[in-house]
């Protein structure tokens, strides 16, 4: 059985369809309080829905985002969602999520299929596994979307709106605070060097060992992706360095050292200082609670669909397009003094 219609309530209460429809669209000063109330006191009794799929077309609006995220069960990416969920309720809005496995391909997949259902804009953390040609095939799609794009973290060419943190600094944070601990054999576990914020972190690394006079040496340096197993296999990489820490993209990838020292027998920090990036729940929780950077993961979230929001309604100033949050060292107790060679 479908549910109430317009019709139904003009029925019940004498009036016309026209009436009942311009009263609960807010479009009918000239008709009686009275009948105002009466015909939404009815509607309400008869459960009456208005349909969401006609009303959008008369609109042009769906009241919905689109949100494209890398890996749904990074807490990371999780806390931006909220953010964005939360914010976008406050205006009435939807959030349509899409997970891609970090895959260039199935972002450009996702932004064909959100153009198809017609979502008011999009807010994307782009995927960094594929091939050049996959990356610039997303870029030409991103480029000649229908709807406005905001972008969380991972930067492309192009002129979008975006909502980032200082990558740079925050890895020069990290590794200062190890040089000043006295490390300087200090391993960098990474994510892939050809995007823009893994770029940043890796700067950020290396200004931090020039301003302290340390070299940079190529070998302590390990590329891999965002997840643990990229931290396992990094620390057993690294472990053959002679190291004494180790500066970690992000702090799933600490995670995936910490446990390939537990299974080498070795202790953190007393044989190895650990350093993550991200600031992720369980970070704080962990056995040896993790020194990391602090992301807002959640406000980046937040101001990413505000942003999006005041740009799809004509009210984001060209001076809004662009916001970076500034992060902060987080120390806990992975990270202490180098006595191995005093």
Do not use: W
């Amino acid at each position: 059985m479908g549910g109430t219609t317009l019709k139904d309530i003009a029925k019940k209460i004498g009036v016309s369809t026209t009436t009942v429809s311009i009263i609960l669209n807010n479009k009918a000063p000239h008709i009686s309080n009275e009948t105002k109330e009466l015909v939404k006191r009815t509607a309400q009794e008869m459960n009456y829905r208005p349909n969401s799929i006609a009303r959008s077309l008369v609109n042009k609006s769906t009241h919905t985002i689109g949100l494209i995220i890398p890996d749904i069960a990074n807490p990371f990416f999780a806390e931006i969602t909220k953010g964005v969920c939360q914010e976008a309720m406050k205006s009435n809005y939807t959030v349509s999520i899409f997970n891609t496995d970090d895959d260039v391909n199935k972002d450009s997949e996702y932004l064909d299929y959100m153009q198809n259902i017609c979502v008011d804009g999009i807010i994307a953390i782009l995927g960094t596994d594929g091939q050049e040609k996959g990356k610039e095939h997303r870029l030409h799609k991103l480029k000649n979307c229908s709807c406005p794009i905001l972008l969380i973290d991972r930067l492309i060419d192009g002129d979008f709106i975006s909502v980032t943190t200082d990558n740079k600094q925050g890895a020069f944070l990290a590794t200062e605070h190890l040089v000043k601990l006295g490390h300087t054999k200090i391993g960098c576990i990474s994510g892939p060097l050809n995007t823009s914020f893994s770029k940043e972190r890796f700067y950020g690394y290396l200004e931090a060992l020039q301003k302290h006079s340390i070299k940079f040496n190529s070998e302590l340096l390990y590329e891999g992706d965002y997840r643990c197993d990229a931290g396992y296999k990094g620390a057993e990489y690294l472990l053959k360095k002679d190291i004494t820490a180790i500066f970690a993209f992000n702090d799933m990838i600490a995670y995936g050292v910490y446990k390939l020292l537990k299974e080498y027998n070795l202790k953190v920090p007393d044989d190895i200082s650990v350093v993550g990036y991200d600031d992720l729940l369980y970070s704080s929780m962990i056995s040896t609670p993790l020194t990391t950077v602090n992301q807002p993961a959640y406000q980046m979230g937040q101001k990413s669909a505000e942003k999006l929001i005041k740009f799809i309604h004509g009210e984001l100033s060209k001076d809004e397009y662009n916001t970076k949050f500034i992060p902060e060292l987080i120390v806990r107790e992975s990270s202490i003094k180098n006595n191995k060679f005093i």
